[in-house]
């Protein structure tokens, strides 16, 4: 068994996400999940998973509790080992030093040598509430997503989705190597970047010029060019059936979008029809609940996130399948 230390407020949101790289992933405490498999490959890619590694023992949030478990279930390991305790979201109200000294001990008893700066291996003990998890460390998840801020790329435009969340989105539509990721309405590509940084092959289009011009200029900066991007009404895509892998988009919030030829509702729904032709799953985030019209387009909601950015604009993520 394996153990996910999540990142973020929304622990259900995170565990969702870190699906694409792990199964059977379960909530445990604040902050911390487990699950059955681990693809550390692709843990390293998620928005909302900070660290994973394979679960040793579980106990209570002490010190002498920690180290009785390192005691009775580690083995030996070739190299160094440190220690590293979190007070996951500051939920245990723990002395994390104390840990680290206590477990720190009990591995010098079993015979590891102990080195804090470069050691071989990480051992992870996480708090959060009455729990505690240990696990050798696997993996870190790779951070980065500050170098990528909307207001730094070439094209910017207010309203652009952060790339933490974008991030998170191609991974809940499940995108793996290759796969090929539509966004219908791309505004400022932030989707299709994100999606060509985990090794999907971007398609984009936009109704705007200026919004499929732009998005060339970012995705050139971001992905050496990497894109396929043109002019079309997400309602009417010059695609053939079944012709891309996953779908992702954020549909235009009403009080600032531009519609010209649709109203809002038919251009969402329009756009969900769409999709759904042309993909077998996806990501729809919108400023509202569009579930009716996502089943009423033929797909299967799996899941509906809602998340707060500011006091007057909370972001629906629908899971469609």
Not at 149 to 155: C, N, Q
Request: charge should be negative; glycine fraction near 10%; proline fraction near 4%.
């Amino acid at each position: 068994m394996y153990v996910l230390e999540l990142g973020g407020e929304d622990d259900a949101f995170a565990a969702a996400e870190a699906g694409v790289a792990a199964s059977d992933v379960e909530v445990v405490a604040p902050g911390i999940a487990v699950a059955d498999t681990l693809d550390a490959s692709r843990f390293r890619s998620l928005a909302f998973g900070r660290r994973a590694g394979q679960l040793i023992g579980r106990c209570t949030s002490a010190p002498d509790a920690a180290a009785s478990v390192v005691r009775s279930a580690t083995t030996e390991r070739d190299g160094t080992v440190a220690v590293r305790a979190r007070d996951v979201r500051g939920t245990a109200a723990v002395d994390t030093q104390a840990i680290e000294r206590t477990v720190g001990q009990a591995l010098v008893e079993g015979g590891f040598a102990v080195d804090l700066e470069t050691p071989d291996h990480v051992l992870l003990v996480l708090c959060a509430g009455d729990e505690c998890l240990l696990a050798w460390q696997i993996v870190e998840s790779d951070r980065g997503y500050g170098d990528r801020l909307p207001t730094d790329r070439p094209f910017f435009q207010p309203g652009s989705m952060d790339p933490l969340l974008a991030r998170a989105v191609v991974n809940l539509a499940r995108v793996e190597p290759d796969d090929v990721v539509l966004d219908p309405m791309c505004g400022t590509g932030g989707l299709l970047i994100e999606a060509g940084l985990v090794g999907g092959r971007p398609l984009g289009f936009d109704a705007q010029g200026k919004m499929a011009s732009g998005t060339r200029r970012n995705l050139d900066a971001y992905l050496d060019g990497r894109c396929n991007v043109g002019l079309a009404d997400a309602t009417r895509l010059p695609l053939c059936d079944s012709a891309v892998d996953a779908v992702v988009f954020d549909a235009p919030y009403g009080r600032q979008s531009k519609i010209a030829t649709h109203g809002l509702g038919d251009l969402v729904s329009g756009a969900l029809e769409e999709a759904r032709r042309v993909a077998p799953r996806g990501v729809l985030v919108a400023d509202r609940s569009w579930r009716v019209a996502a089943e009423d387009a033929g797909w299967t909601v799996r899941r509906v996130f809602e998340r707060r950015v500011h006091r007057s604009l909370d972001r629906y993520v629908h899971v469609l399948r």
